[in-house]
Structure formats: structure tokens, C-alpha cells
């Protein structure tokens, strides 16, 4: 008895499942013919279209993370670069420092021997100079001396009325001299 309910229940299920394919417009030819075609399709683009579209793709993402890695390498490079370069500035800066004040040493060093070497050359220019007064002063002394002599021997022969002896005239004269300094 079961068997038979069951089999009263499976048929008229069939029928209801029947019933409702074809209540909600389903062909059953047009859908088993529909299905092979889109296994063929799919079979089609398996073998011929995926592998090359995979490959482009897998190619494409190999590209693109070897950008990434020239990327990063070029940042590292450019991160380096501008350490070396800012280690550069630094030395050059310290050196140019140094030099600055090297070259500041030496020209307070050449200003303080020019000043010294001129105020040697002063010295000696005055040195020179007393010497040539001194020298000067003497020879116009000397010259004075002379004229004076020859003055007091004029004096001496117009007041005598004539000359006297050369001996003579010199003791006058050396006397009239000191009295006259």
C-alpha cells in the first residue's frame, strides 16, 4: 500500500513538476540545447581565450610589481642620494669654514707684518733723515764758520788799515769767534 501512495505521490509530483516548468514558460529541448551550447562556449573559452587572457594578466601583475620594485629601489637610491649629498653640503660647509678662517689668520698675519715692515721703513726713513739734518747742520756750521772767519778777516783788515801776518790773523780771528758764540 505505501508503495503504491508513493508512487501515486512521485507521479503526480512529476506531473506538478511538469506542470510547473511549463507554467513559468520553460522549454525543455530549448534549455538542454541552450546548456550545450554554453558548455561548448565555455570549453572554447577554456582552451583558447583564458590562457592568453591569464597569461596577459599574470604578465600585466608581474609588470606592475616590478614598477614597484624599481619603484622602491629608485626612492632608496634618491633617500641615499640625499644623505650623500646632504653629507657633502656639511663637509663642504665645514671646509669652506675652515678656509674662511685660515685665510682670516693669514691676512691678520700679512696686515700685522705689513704694519710692522712699515713701521721699520718709517723708522728708518727718520733715521735717515736726522742723519741727513745732522749732516746738513754740520755743513751749514762748518760753512757758517768759514763765511764768519772770512767776515772777522775783512773786519780786522779795514779796521787795521792792513793785513796782518796769517798767524796773526788767526788769533785774532779764533779770538773773535769764541767771543762771538
Known sequence: MNTILTIMASSEAAAEESNLFTALG?????????TVAFLILLWFLSKFVFPPLTRMLEKRDADI???VQAAQAAEK???AAKTEVEKLL???RREASE???TAKEEAAAAVSLADTKAKERAERTIADAKD???KEVLSARKALHNETIELVAQATEKV???AVSSQVDEKVIA???REAK
Open 26 to 34: 520553460i522549454d525543455w529541448k530549448l534549455l538542454i540545447l541552450q
Open 65 to 67: 610589481e616590478a614598477g
Open 77 to 79: 637610491k634618491a633617500d
Open 90 to 92: 656639511k663637509e663642504a
Open 99 to 101: 678656509i674662511v678662517s
Open 132 to 134: 741727513q739734518i745732522d
Open 160 to 162: 787795521v788799515g792792513k
Open 175 to 177: 779770538a773773535a769767534v
